[in-house]
């Protein structure tokens, strides 16, 4: 399962992509016990592929609908 198919699961907004240096960027927004439960949902099924974790709040995307693969 991927990150982006996890988040139709909740609520929330955003966007994944994949890093040439092989991390992955995400941006998720929506209610924040929303988003955390996105991110502890993937963290516990995608945890074996996560080895270094980092958050930091981000300004509102306005008028942002969906969840989309970036590339």
Do not use: C
Not at 12 to 33: F, H, K, M, Y
Not at 36 to 59: C, H, K, W
């Amino acid at each position: 399962m991927t990150a982006a198919a996890i988040a139709r699961r909740f609520e929330i907004t955003g966007w994944v992509r994949n890093e040439l240096d092989g991390s992955v960027l995400l941006e998720a927004q929506g209610q924040p016990r929303e988003v955390q439960s996105y991110l502890d949902s993937l963290a516990t099924q995608m945890g074996g592929f996560i080895t270094n974790r980092t958050e930091s709040p981000v300004a509102e995307v306005p008028g942002e609908a969906g969840f989309r693969i970036e590339r």
